[in-house]
T-cell receptor, first 120, second 109 residues
Framework: GAVVSQHPSRVICKSGTSVKIECRSLDFQATTMFWYRQFPKKSLMLMATSNEGSKATYEQGVEKDKFLINHASLTLSTLTVTSAHPEDSSFYIC????????????????FGPGTRLTVT | DAKTTQPPSMDCAEGRAANLPCNHSTISGNEYVYWYRQIHSQGPQYIIHGLKNNETNEMASLIITEDRKSSTLILPHATLRDTAVYYCIVSFNDYKLSFGAGTTVTVRA
């Protein structure tokens, strides 16, 4: 149990275009989802936290108009990188947690496999 | 969240136990100790967490000192597939996990 998927796993886009990344909890209802980014040889950096049906809470320094997050259901959150530029190239990872339903204790986050974004 | 200190890297032999230390001297009374690991180019994987008592699951054991200022993650029989970056994190719950640099563990045959 506790599987989180991301789609796509890799995407290459041209500068100025927008890219949408999907994060799905496959076998549990995720009341909260998190989005991270990770640069090469660096640790994960939390970008934002989203609760189903609510606006996302962004970390300091993360532009909410550039990184649009939607958490429309208990199993799906999306991150849209708008007007992408080469500096947005990174590894984007989502995670999900639950408040204790569906056999998940609520004390741990389950991570997706990540999406490698390359902006040319 | 309180900060943690981990050694940047360590090697261990396949089949032997791997003991990964973590210092968290400023941990608050209601903060948990979490361990995650990240295999290259994958998302992090939850390993174990604990508050005061030692914990064990199918992946690892977590030993927390009585004063809670440090802990040790034990992989009982390391395999090559355990090569990864291991993160020790303290948090009130699973909200806002703050990932540090972690320990790069290399298991050698």
């Amino acid at each position: 149990g506790a599987v989180v998927s991301q789609h796509p796993s890799r995407v290459i886009c041209k500068s100025g275009t927008s890219v949408k990344i999907e994060c799905r909890s496959l076998d549990f209802q995720a009341t909260t989802m998190f989005w991270y980014r990770q640069f090469p040889k660096k640790s994960l950096m939390l970008m934002a936290t989203s609760n189903e049906g609510s606006k996302a809470t962004y970390e300091q320094g993360v532009e909410k108009d550039k990184f649009l997050i939607n958490h429309a259901s208990l199993t799906l959150s999306t991150l849209t990188v708008t007007s992408a530029h080469p500096e947005d190239s990174s590894f984007y990872i989502c995670s999900a947690s639950s408040t204790g339903t569906s056999g998940i204790s609520g004390y741990e986050q389950y991570f997706g496999p990540g999406t490698r974004l390359t902006v040319t | 969240d309180a900060k943690t200190t981990q050694p940047p890297s360590m090697d261990c032999a396949e089949g032997r136990a791997a003991n990964l230390p973590c210092n968290h001297s400023t941990i608050s009374g209601n903060e948990y100790v979490y361990w995650y690991r990240q295999i290259h180019s994958q998302g992090p994987q939850y390993i174990i967490h604990g508050l005061k008592n030692n914990e064990t699951n199918e992946m690892a054991s977590l030993i927390i000192t009585e004063d809670r200022k440090s802990s040790t993650l034990i992989l009982p029989h390391a395999t090559l597939r355990d090569t990864a970056v291991y993160y020790c994190i303290v948090s009130f719950n699973d909200y806002k996990l703050s990932f540090g640099a972690g320990t790069t563990v290399t298991v050698r045959a």
